[in-house]
């Protein structure tokens, strides 16, 4: 099956005619994008766009031989006019199944919001699905065998993503591509990395692509430290690297804090952005659960797991920390280190970063500002992508 994407952007394209966002103003060249229209075999076109005919044209493809125009959701954009020679555009009703003449078999799909997806299979077998912007499978759904391909909104729906994952339907070698791509996810790199880590990727308006053909599908890092400043955006990224997934377990190191609201207006803006599937555990014995088996982890963060395994050791006093307390952390933070390195999860780990302005004005405080940089340091090396949060920006350190 012949796969030609005629445009890969949200349905009022990217850039937005006159909007004046830095994603916007970035989009020029491959980070421009039409509205996402999909053309397959030459026969089915998924979504019809203005410029639709041309689109196809400069992708060196016609519409001369579609037999069949399906939509996915309504058109509130600029207006379309219908290409001569072009059937009538429709839409299919959720679960209902069409047979075209050139052989492939297409199944409407409910969504959770207005719109209608599509499962196109070919005469030869190649299974694929389109869902419409902003919409993830509606209701429960049974296992199914994988996909060979998935075009939806990774952007704006990850949760539709971790959905077909946890029913089968997008496996190791489904290729999941992102399209209805808006002004909210900043193009070129930061883009990229975003899709990678969800085990998605996109592509430029024009591009084609066979549809179950073995493609190498590079692997999202294993194990992912992210640092950064105060409020710099490094939970958020966190977060994001994993909300394709189901059944993440969230480590919060943090714990509890009896009377402190401040405190619980954090923990509590963090519950609220986090899929509804995660499950949370607050410990600090995370070296067990690397060594364990199961879903990946999200371990927020590194500088309060040192405070808690400063406080067990007693080094926050300078006589206990010369004669015990020192050697206690070397052991526990090793531990933590080797369990990083020998686990087989996917882990992201947030951590703080210290000690580039003020020097601390106490003992105490100078050797934790040290003893996380030591840990830093360690946990990084162990790690596959290491990423640096800055003022919301996400640099690639390592990976």
């Given at each position: 099956?012949?796969?030609?994407?005629?445009?890969?952007?949200?349905?009022?394209?990217?850039?937005?005619?006159?909007?004046?966002?830095?994603?916007?103003?970035?989009?020029?060249?491959?980070?421009?994008?039409?509205?996402?229209?999909?053309?397959?075999?030459?026969?089915?076109?998924?979504?019809?766009?203005?410029?639709?005919?041309?689109?196809?044209?400069?992708?060196?493809?016609?519409?001369?031989?579609?037999?069949?125009?399906?939509?996915?959701?309504?058109?509130?954009?600029?207006?379309?006019?219908?290409p001569a020679g072009l059937p009538t555009a429709g839409r299919v009703p959720d679960g209902r199944e069409l047979t075209l003449i050139s052989g492939h078999r297409v199944r409407?799909?409910?969504?959770?919001?207005?719109?209608?997806?599509?499962?196109?299979?070919?005469?030869?077998?190649?299974?694929?699905?389109?869902?419409?912007?902003?919409?993830?499978?509606?209701?429960?759904?049974?296992?199914?065998?994988?996909?060979?391909?998935?075009?939806?909104?990774?952007?704006?729906?990850?949760?539709?993503?971790?959905?077909?994952?946890?029913?089968?339907?997008?496996?190791?070698?489904?290729d999941v591509l992102a399209v209805h791509l808006d002004h909210d996810a900043a193009p070129g790199p930061a883009l990229d990395r975003r899709l990678g880590a969800a085990g998605a990727r996109a592509v430029p308006d024009g591009t084609t692509l066979t549809v179950g053909a073995y493609r190498e599908?590079?692997?999202?890092?294993?194990?992912?430290?992210?640092?950064?400043?105060?409020?710099?955006?490094?939970?958020?990224?966190?977060?994001?690297?994993?909300?394709?997934?189901?059944?993440?377990?969230?480590?919060?190191?943090?714990?509890?804090?009896?009377?402190?609201?401040?405190?619980?207006?954090?923990?509590?803006?963090?519950?609220?952005?986090?899929?509804?599937?995660?499950?949370?555990?607050?410990?600090?014995?995370?070296?067990?659960?690397?060594?364990?088996?199961?879903?990946?982890?999200?371990?927020?963060?590194?500088?309060?797991?040192?405070?808690?395994?400063?406080?067990?050791?007693?080094?926050?006093?300078?006589?206990?920390?010369?004669?015990?307390?020192?050697?206690?952390?070397?052991?526990?933070?090793?531990?933590?280190?080797?369990?990083?390195?020998?686990?087989?999860?996917?882990?992201?780990?947030?951590?703080?970063?210290?000690?580039?302005?003020?020097?601390?004005?106490?003992?105490?405080?100078?050797?934790?500002?040290?003893?996380?940089?030591?840990?830093?340091?360690?946990?990084?090396?162990?790690?596959?992508?290491?990423?640096?949060?800055?003022?919301?920006?996400?640099?690639?350190?390592?990976?």
């Amino acid at each position: 099956m012949e796969l030609t994407l005629l445009g890969t952007g949200a349905p009022a394209g990217l850039p937005r005619p006159g909007c004046p966002c830095a994603a916007c103003a970035t989009a020029r060249g491959p980070y421009a994008r039409s509205a996402a229209s999909l053309l397959v075999d030459g026969a089915l076109l998924l979504d019809l766009t203005p410029g639709a005919a041309l689109a196809a044209a400069r992708a060196g493809r016609t519409l001369t031989g579609v037999r069949q125009v399906l939509l996915t959701h309504p058109h509130d954009g600029p207006p379309v006019e219908l290409p001569a020679g072009l059937p009538t555009a429709g839409r299919v009703p959720d679960g209902r199944e069409l047979t075209l003449i050139s052989g492939h078999r297409v199944r409407a799909v409910a969504m959770d919001a207005p719109g209608t997806g599509y499962e196109v299979a070919s005469p030869e077998g190649a299974r694929m699905l389109y869902l419409p912007p902003g919409g993830a499978p509606a209701g429960p759904a049974a296992r199914q065998r994988p996909y060979d391909l998935v075009a939806l909104d990774v952007t704006g729906r990850p949760d539709a993503l971790a959905r077909l994952r946890a029913v089968g339907a997008v496996g190791a070698e489904t290729d999941v591509l992102a399209v209805h791509l808006d002004h909210d996810a900043a193009p070129g790199p930061a883009l990229d990395r975003r899709l990678g880590a969800a085990g998605a990727r996109a592509v430029p308006d024009g591009t084609t692509l066979t549809v179950g053909a073995y493609r190498e599908v590079p692997a999202p890092p294993r194990r992912t430290l992210v640092t950064g400043g105060a409020r710099s955006g490094k939970s958020l990224e966190a977060e994001r690297r994993l909300e394709a997934y189901p059944d993440v377990v969230y480590v919060a190191t943090g714990g509890g804090r009896d009377g402190d609201a401040e405190w619980a207006a954090r923990v509590g803006a963090h519950r609220e952005r986090r899929p509804a599937s995660w499950r949370t555990e607050e410990t600090c014995e995370v070296a067990e659960l690397l060594a364990a088996d199961g879903p990946p982890l999200l371990v927020d963060c590194l500088s309060l797991w040192l405070t808690d395994a400063m406080d067990r050791v007693g080094a926050w006093d300078d006589g206990t920390w010369a004669r015990t307390g020192e050697k206690a952390l070397r052991e526990r933070v090793a531990e933590l280190v080797a369990a990083v390195r020998a686990t087989r999860r996917t882990v992201v780990a947030v951590t703080n970063e210290v000690g580039s302005g003020v020097v601390p004005a106490t003992a105490a405080g100078r050797r934790f500002r040290d003893e996380l940089g030591r840990l830093n340091a360690a946990f990084a090396d162990e790690c596959e992508q290491v990423l640096l949060a800055v003022s919301g920006q996400v640099l690639v350190v390592r990976g």
